[in-house]
Each structure stands twice: as C-alpha cells, then as structure tokens.
C-alpha cells in the first residue's frame, strides 16, 4: 500500500502535503540487508513537501516528541533543520579519540543505510544532529547530568528547509525481525505529527530568582591568570561563569526559540534536546562547515558593546578596530585557526585583518576563513583538529584548558563547544555553542565568557561576559546588567 498523498492542516500550525511514497519497497530492501547482515539497516525516505514555518514544525512535536527534538537555522538563514523523534543515538562517553569513535558509529550506520533521496541536497537524507562536551576530563556536576560527552540523535522524521525548497526526511531502523507493519506504523507516526493541533500559547511565566553564581571566585580566577601571564608562558585563557534562573513554571522551548530568532540575527539558533532537558541558544560563531570540498571557519573574539546612537556604534567599531588588547586576543585565533587549516587543507584564504561582525547587544572582531578540503579532512575530523580554538580555551591550548578546568567553577558541559549537524554525504555546518543556556523545565543555566591576556582588566572582562549574557537574558525575560 502506498502512503496516499494527502494533506494535513494542522490547527494553524503547518500545512504538508505528502506524496506517494517508495517507503515500502525500501522498508522491505532493509528487513532483506537486515537479516543478511544480521543487523539493523537504517531506511532513509526525503519528500518533497510545501513550506511552512520551521518553528511550527518544531511546536508540532511538543506534545508527542517533548524531549527528542531538535531545532537549527542556519547563520544567514540560509538553513533550517528541525529534528522530530529519536530514530538512533549516536553518542559516546569515550574520552579518547571520542570524534573517531562517534565516527565510526555514524559510518557503520550509514555503510548498509538504503536512501531514497531524489534529491540529493545538503541536509536532507540521513543526518545526525548533536554535539561534544568541551572537557570531557572537567569534573562533571548534575548540571549536564542528561547529555552525554558526545551525544547525536538521528530524528525519526525531519523537516529541512533550504533555498527556498522544502523536504520532510522520514528514518526508519530495520531489523530482520521487522515486517510490513512497521510501514503502516511509521505513516500512522507521520500522520499523527502532520496533524497535531498544539500551537505556541505564549503565556507569562514569573521570574522566581535570578543568581550569578560564583561571580568573585571568576573574578579572581581572572586575576590570577592575568598575574601569571606577566611572567609565564600563557598567552590567552579563556574564563566562562554562569547565572541560575528560576520560574513560575517550566520554561517554554518554542516561545524562547521565537524570541532568539526574532532578536538574534546573523547567528545560528539552536535547541537540542535531551531526556528532557534542552540546551539552546544563539551564536555568532562557526567552528566549521564543509559543503562538498569547500571550507568555511570563523575567528570571532575581540569584543565591546554596542553603541546606543549610530555615532556611538560606529566609534566603538573603531575603538575595537584600533585596540591593541582585542586585536592581539583575536590574533591568536586567526594563527591557530589559520595553522591548523594548512595542515589538512588547501587554498587557506582569509583577510589580512579583522572586520566587525555586529550583533544587537555586541560588536566582535571578526575574520572569515575559507579552504578546500583535502582528501582525509571530514568534518569531524576537522572539528577534532579545531575545538577547541583560542577562541574557547586559549594559548598554548593544553595549558589552557588545564587552567580553565583547574580554575573555572563553571561546568560547561556543552557549552563553548562543537554543535551542528552531519549528513550522509559528509557535509555539516558545526557552531561554537555560545550565548547558549540549559533549560531545564522550571529552571535554567545560561553561560559567558571571555578572552583573559596580559593585559586584560578584571571589572572590564566582568562587564564583557554581562553583555554576553543579554541574548538569552532578553529571550528569557531575565535582568540585564
Ligand atoms: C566565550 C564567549 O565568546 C567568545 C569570546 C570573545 C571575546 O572574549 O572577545 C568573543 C567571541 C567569542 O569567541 C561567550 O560568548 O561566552
Ligand atoms: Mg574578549
């Protein structure tokens, strides 16, 4: 029987129409290879379908898939990818060679895979979405108690939106004790999804408290490591902190994912889910993006605020432009970033200095990077040669990170670190999960840091990472500093 076309209106929230479908034949082709291989065969179906909005597709899955979603657009809105249901977890808490190993899990799942993909663009087809923890040696706290250090979902069903096109992925694991029911399992799955009625009720929700935590033990970590750079071998470290929000009743994902998008622009939007806790936020910084053979990285750090008249804007832009303490900070991006692309790819190609990338609360030193990939440089393995950046950790790195895990109270968990998307031709677009926060039902994390060097002045960084936390404080009707 094939899946009927049909279309669903969905309470306001979105309206797909579905084609017929091969998802028969290719449920039957995968129970085949699965009791061949005596192993599970993942059968991966994209229609195409009509635009709608992306975050309704997301608040489509509220009610059925709370917990398994995930959502992402892209920098430039040139992508959206939102994940409904948990169709396979790729994860690992290795903590050596973890990207080799989330690696090998996602081509063993991908080598047997029986794709129906007419249409071949980047982000449709099998793909997984996730991320790593940045330390996976930090002491851990029950803060990130519900991810793992490496952690990927590959959804049940996913809608990307891309160019203008739209197309609904529907994955499916066989095993060689499956049959033809589980077809009419799924297509019950979809149409269940395709026609739920919940819609964004964006209702007010009481701030009980709002806490920085710890905020002179960071304080006086900064001083210590501006004091031992004056006379060490440290360059740069980056020192993170976070504040603790509590409300009313649980936090609503969609309704802070709407704000983000709304107010956040040029940055990539994220919300992953898991075990019901949701790590979201809202970044202007990519780790890496690999689109066929090309290449794209970013260095983002050097900061100041944001002008509140366009003459003031454009003066501090200079100020920051001309500042030798932020132009030496992002510097060292730029040499690590720049060395460590030559090393795996060719046509390494970036400016000869910084411009400024303006966000609504903060304006960065920014220098785009772009490269061709060489024969041996996937994705992940470039992130395991990226993260993480000066950007991030500092310089030299090791003894950057030691200091940030002897020093920082902060446990960033995902925080700081590589989260994006792979498919299953090998591209993907990874972000630096900052201006990020973990909401955890009535209660929530948000995490912000910043470059320390020689010449860093404590009370300054303070006020640096307070504007830092203004994305997600605005998203979540917080206090701003
Ligand atoms: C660490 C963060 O931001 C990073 C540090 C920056 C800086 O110190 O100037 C600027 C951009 C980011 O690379 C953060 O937002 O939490
Ligand atoms: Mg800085």
Redesign the pocket.
Known sequence: MKDSSYGAVIGGIFLVTIQHTELKEGIQKAIAKAKNLEKPVLVSEVQKVDQVEPLNVFTAGHQDYFGERFFWKGSSDEIFIIGIGICEHIQSDQVTDRFFHVEKQWKNVMEEAVVLNPYGLEGTGPTMFGGFSFDPLKEKTELWSKFSDSIFHIPRFMYSQYDGQSYMTTNIVCTQHDDESLLQKVLNERKQLLSCSSSLQDSANNIISQEEIAPQQWKNAVGQVVNAMKNGDMKKV?L?RETRLSYEKPIRIESVLNKLIKNQKNSFIFAFESNGDCFIGA???RLVKKQGKQLFTTC????IKRGLTPDEDEQLGNELLSDQK?LI??QY?VDMIKRAMEQVSSNVELPNGPVLLKLRD?Q??YTPVTAEAGENSSLLSLIERLHP?P??GGVPREKAVETIRELEALDRGL??SPLGWLDYKGNGDFA?A???GLIQQNEASI??????VKDSDIDS?YQ??NI?FRPMLTALGGNKQ
């Open positions: 980056v993170a970044s202007p910084e983002l750090a050097g900061s932020n900070e992002h991006v903060i960065h030193l950046t950007a991030l925080y700081g630096v900052l201006r990020s995490f912000a840091g910043c470059g320390v960084e640096e990472t830092k």
